[in-house]
């Protein structure tokens, strides 16, 4: 059988590593778009600080670790891929074919339409590349502006800050992280990194970005422009799928999977954040993380080497830690209706839950690490919380209690 995988991102590499044990007489192949050993995106901000250098981004220690499993490893970007001929081209012109196949390209970021994103100094922070060209900028002291605060965006910010930068936010959203936190969380965050020295500016969008005495100017809708020596661009992500001719595979936002992570094409499957994946407690949704990559291309391999295994949709549960102060989201926490909230704004300290019936299906927190293995625990088991319901609602941050207790019930 001949496998073949697009994409060396998380995804890619752990299809990989899973097909060769699953199916050893099979034929492995990986065409990764990048240069250089496979990484995790998610180490960049560790680079961006200096905590590691470009090789502790490797997903694996050993240099030519696929090769070393007997993976054919191309370096190169897919061009076009025929499903009914069951063949990819590459930009360089060479043909592959294939008996089966993974989509795992992952996402790239969005360039917004504003005028300058092309100029020197603006630059989004997604590949190694771009930490480079971030680095050569953020230096102690620069004027920097960052677009976007969203859960990618609030990473780049931790790392810019600890650089030493003068850094300024501009949000469209009312609120830093809008899809992971609600606004009395979100005025909690403003006001913690608003103390630490960043300038936060939401609902406002950057319209402009000139060239002016050296410098950027970048001008917004509210008026007046911000002058920086360096602008990152962190507004948003879209799937890499182009190259797939005629729309001849389902998409919505992401490729469309089943749970056996199988597209509507018979012999391609599709994993990570690429793919729109079954979720936790029903409905399919793209779920851009490491670990749900990592655990759909295993998933998805398996599916592969003929193994009939369900992937069994993924928490949403984002954390994040910003400038100190650790935030995290968990499920459905917009349910609306049956809620119970606590804030403890002198201490830093927010906690929400939300109730379906007699279960927990989501929750925010704020400055509240400790409740992270209960939350999980009680949403992901399912817990029927009983009478527990009600001593939740009067003090919602009994969680590690209520989880306890379900166990003797
Ligand atoms: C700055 C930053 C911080 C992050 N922090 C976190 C975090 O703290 N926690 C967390 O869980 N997640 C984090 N993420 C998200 C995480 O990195 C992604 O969810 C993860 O990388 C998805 O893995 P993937 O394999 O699906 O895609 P990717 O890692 O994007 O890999 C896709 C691969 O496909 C290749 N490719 C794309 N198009 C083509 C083509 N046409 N031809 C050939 N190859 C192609 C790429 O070169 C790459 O090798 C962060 C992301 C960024 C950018």
Same mark, same amino acid.
């Given at each position: 059988m001949r496998?073949?995988?697009?994409?060396?991102?998380?995804?890619?590499?752990?299809?990989?590593?899973?097909?060769?044990? @699953?199916?050893?007489?099979?034929?492995?192949? &990986?065409?990764?778009?990048?240069?250089?050993?496979p990484y995790a995106r998610m180490a960049i901000p560790y680079v961006l600080t200096g905590k590691i250098d470009k090789s502790g981004t490797h997903l694996r220690k050993t240099p030519g670790y696929l090769q070393s499993l007997g993976v054919t490893y191309i370096e190169g970007h897919v061009h076009s891929a025929k499903p009914c001929a069951k063949t990819v081209r590459l930009h360089d012109g060479q043909h592959l074919s294939y008996d089966r196949m993974l989509i795992a390209t992952g996402a790239r970021p969005v360039t917004p339409d504003v005028p300058g994103m092309d100029l020197d100094g603006v630059s989004h922070c997604w590949t190694l590349d771009d930490a480079d060209a971030i680095a050569k900028r953020?230096?102690?002291?620069?004027? &920097?502006?960052?677009?976007?605060?969203?859960?990618?965006?609030?990473?780049? /910010?931790?790392a810019l800050v600890e650089r030493g930068?003068?850094?300024?936010?501009?949000?469209?959203?009312?609120?830093?992280?809008?899809?992971?936190?609600?606004?009395?969380?979100?005025?909690l965050l403003r006001r913690w990194v608003e103390r630490k020295g960043v300038a936060l500016k939401t609902s406002t969008r950057?319209?402009?970005?000139?060239?002016?005495?050296?410098?950027l100017a970048v001008a917004t809708d509210r008026?007046?422009?911000?002058?920086?020596?360096?602008?990152?661009?962190? &507004?948003? &992500?879209?799937?890499?799928?182009?190259?797939?001719?005629?729309?001849?595979? @389902?998409?919505?936002?992401?490729?469309?999977?089943?749970?056996?992570?199988?597209?509507?094409?018979?012999?391609?499957w599709a994993a990570g954040d690429v793919a729109r994946g079954p979720g936790f407690g029903g409905g399919f949704a793209v779920h851009a993380i490491q670990p749900t990559a990592v655990e759909h291309g295993r998933i998805a391999? /398996?599916?592969?080497?003929?193994?009939?295994?369900?992937?069994?949709?993924?928490?949403?549960?984002?954390? /994040?830690?910003?400038?100190?102060?650790?935030?995290?989201?968990?499920?459905?926490?917009?349910?609306?209706?049956?809620? @119970?909230?606590r804030l403890d704004a002198a201490d830093w300290r927010y906690t929400k839950l939300a109730f379906r019936d007699d279960r927990l299906v989501g929750a925010l927190t704020i400055g509240r690490t400790d409740m992270v293995g209960a939350l999980r625990g009680l949403i992901q088991g399912r817990v029927k919380l009983g009478k527990w319901k009600d001593k939740l609602k009067a003090d919602p941050t009994r969680t590690a209690e209520a989880l306890v207790a379900s166990f003797h019930d």
């Open positions: 496998y073949l995988i697009l994409g060396a991102g998380p995804a890619g590499v752990s299809a990989a590593e899973t097909l060769v044990k @699953a199916d050893p007489e099979g034929h492995v192949t &990986v065409v990764g778009g990048e240069p250089g050993e953020a230096k102690t002291g620069a004027d &920097v502006v960052l677009m976007g605060a969203g859960f990618i965006g609030c990473i780049i /910010l931790e930068v003068n850094l300024t936010v501009v949000e469209a959203e009312d609120r830093m992280i809008a899809k992971m936190m609600d606004k009395t969380g979100g005025e950057v319209t402009e970005i000139r060239r002016h005495d050296g410098r008026g007046g422009d911000l002058e920086a020596d360096l602008v990152v661009v962190s &507004v948003g &992500v879209k799937p890499n799928t182009e190259f797939i001719e005629n729309k001849s595979i @389902a998409m919505d936002g992401g490729v469309t999977v089943n749970e056996f992570l199988r597209t509507n094409t018979e012999e391609i391999a /398996l599916n592969m080497a003929g193994q009939e295994v369900a992937y069994q949709g993924s928490l949403p549960m984002n954390v /994040l830690d910003t400038m100190g102060l650790i935030s995290a989201s968990y499920g459905d926490w917009n349910a609306g209706g049956d809620v @119970a909230v």
